[in-house]
């Protein structure tokens, strides 16, 4: 009776064993290159693009500026893909050293200024500019 057992433990730890060498089943699938462009000059410009198989595009121009003796990147492109809810996104978008501004009919907006808000700040902007002072607060 020992015997079969330790026999039955020995089989259960081999099967168990054999179970977590598996691969594990991903959630997500594989999905083709379809076309990949990335070309880098030697002037520091840039390009790259890619289509996935799923209809998934990226493209992106670029290249190296120098902005108050820093070196930086300004780049333009823009990318599609589709939500969870079946819709095709698009997103256009330029960084610099200003920034990174995208622009896509699905990206919120801010709301206007207030009237009297513009007002105040158009006013302002019609005034000299003041001397700075080394006045503490």
Known sequence: MFFKGLILLGVILIVSGQQKNQAPVSK??????????NVLEVDGKF????EGGDGTRAAQDGQQIFVNNQAGT?????YTYQGDDGKTYSVSYTADENGYR???????TP????????RALAFLATLPPQKENNRKF
């Open 28 to 37: 997500f699938k594989d999905i083709p290159i379809v076309s990949h462009e």
């Open 47 to 50: 390009r790259y693009s890619y």
């Open 74 to 78: 300004a780049s333009q492109g823009q």
């Open 102 to 108: 995208p622009s896509a009919e699905h990206l919120p």
């Open 111 to 118: 709301p206007p200024v207030p009237a009297p808000i513009a």
